[in-house]
Each structure stands twice: as structure tokens, then as C-alpha cells.
């Protein structure tokens, strides 16, 4: 087999249904990219050339469990608690103050990977509201991603010491258990910090968004950078559509809607108005 080279045309083929599918586009430089998340895929299947790969995919049917194991080999998922801490004390400190007379906030993990942003989303609403004694506030997130693989690991909610980044060792003793004998090393996510998060497979090519509600906040942050210009405004309006008027998107550090008529409130961060 000859998984080693792919071809210009199967790669456009195949990047081609990657847009299609899920919108995420590749440039015509990312051969050896697509060649080392898919060799192994191909070994398993008995291929032996990524063109065979891709008339293997064009007669999966839509549902096939397939396409999990194929957009788990091609997403990238970096992530860790308390990630651009500099948006997260805006967050606190700006946006929390103008929503906290709410009963009820209502947030979206778009793009929520290991489950460490919507976690760590939690942890910060129940310690502020703590802090200014409004603890019956209910707290709703809603933690989306593409990735099968990525959605286990969140429900699971066991993390090693580094994943947990700069949170103080308070917040761990609070929220977390501490793993022994063959858990040692590791820290599983308590009961209160899950309570009210769901979990979810979503794509964002899925359009129109309806969860049955408006959101106060949504967090999509490094996923915009995946997409071409016409797919982040179409994802983008969508987004505003379902905030609420005064609601915020969190875009990450690297992404900006410059071009897009959205009001900026901070760095990468935008409100509805």
C-alpha cells in the first residue's frame, strides 16, 4: 500500500468534501497535513490509495459512524483550563456585572473540545456569583463540538495536573476529586461543576442554530480560523441571531470580525447591539 503519497487531485477531492461537510477549509499546501491524519485510516480500511478513500467516502451514507472517526482525524484540539485568562477577567469583570441581576444565564461552548472551556466557564459564574451572594442564579452551558472523541473526553471529565493549568489549588480542592492507585496524577470534575452543562455533537454548518433558547454569552474561541471568510459570516450571523439583545461572542485572540459591522467590547470580544 501507498499511503504515503496522495495524489493533488485526490487531495482536492477530498478537501473538497471536508468544506462541504463540515466547512473547514484547507489550502492547497496541506497535503502532508491530511496525509498524516488519514494514513492510518486508510491501513485500517486495507486502502491503498487516498483516490480509493475517496470514493469510499462519497458512498458512506450521511449517518455512518464513519464520519465520526474521520472528523476526529483531521480536527486539531488544543485546549486547557483558564485558556487567554485575559478574556476571562473581562469577562468577570465587565460582562458578569451587566447580566448578574438575571435569574437564569444561558451560555455556549462552541467548539468546546476536552470540556475544559465550558468547566472552566462554570467554575468562574459560580465563584462570582458566590462572591456577591446570588448563588440561586442558575447557571445553563451548553458545550458543542464536532468531535466525538472530544465530546467522551468531556463527559468524562478526568484531567491531568498540567490540563489544569494556572487554576489556583483552592478551585482544584473545590471542584475536583483528586485520583489514586491507578488515577494517581489525575483530577475528575465534581457533581457541582457538571450540574446544568450538556454535552453535545454539533456541527456549525448545521444553519440556522436552535437550541430552544437565546444566549447571554457565546465562546467560540480558535474555531473561526478553520473556516473561509463567507462561512465565518454566515456562522457569525448566526450566532447574533440567537443572542440576546446585549449578549456577547468571545472569538479567540487570533480572530477578529473587522470586516464584519459588530460592535467590539474587548479584544476578540464583540456585543450585540
Partial sequence: MDVNSISTDAYD??????????????????????????????RNLNL???????????KLPVNDEHWAVFIDAI????????????????????????IHNQPEINLWS??????????????ILRE???????????????????????IQEAVRGVYDQKM?????????????KKGINEMGGKNKVRDILRENITFSLYNLMDMPYNFGKQFDIIFCRNVLIY???????????????????GGFLFLGSSESLNTMNKKNFGPSIYINE
Avoid: W
Avoid at 471536508?18 to 496525509?35: A, H, T, V
Avoid at 491503498?48 to 462519497?58: A, G, I, K, R
Avoid at 489544569?164 to 475536583?176: A, C, E, N, R
Fill in 110 to 123: 462552541a467548539g468546546c473540545s476536552n470540556g475544559s472551556e465550558p468547566y472552566t466557564l462554570k467554575i
Fill in 164 to 176: 489544569l493549568g494556572d487554576l489556583d489549588q483552592s478551585l482544584i480542592t473545590k471542584y475536583f
Fill in 227 to 245: 473556516f473561509d471568510k463567507q462561512t465565518v459570516e454566515e456562522i457569525v450571523n448566526n450566532y447574533f441571531k440567537i443572542l440576546k439583545p
Fill in 75 to 98: 480536527s486539531t484540539n488544543v485546549t486547557y483550563f483558564n485558556r487567554e485568562n485575559f478574556q476571562l477577567d473581562i469577562l468577570k469583570q465587565s460582562v458578569l456585572p451587566r
Fill in 128 to 150: 462570582y456569583f458566590e462572591k456577591i451572594g446570588r448563588l440561586s442564579t442558575r447557571i445553563n452551558i451548553q458545550a458543542t463540538d464536532i468531535s466525538t472523541n472530544m
Fill in 13 to 42: 477531492k477530498i478537501r473538497s468534501i471536508i468544506y462541504k461537510r463540515y466547512g473547514i477549509y484547507l489550502s492547497s499546501n496541506k497535503q502532508e497535513f491530511l496525509k498524516s491524519r488519514l494514513s492510518k485510516i486508510l
Fill in 48 to 58: 491503498s490509495t487516498y483516490d480509493q478513500y475517496h470514493d469510499y467516502l462519497t
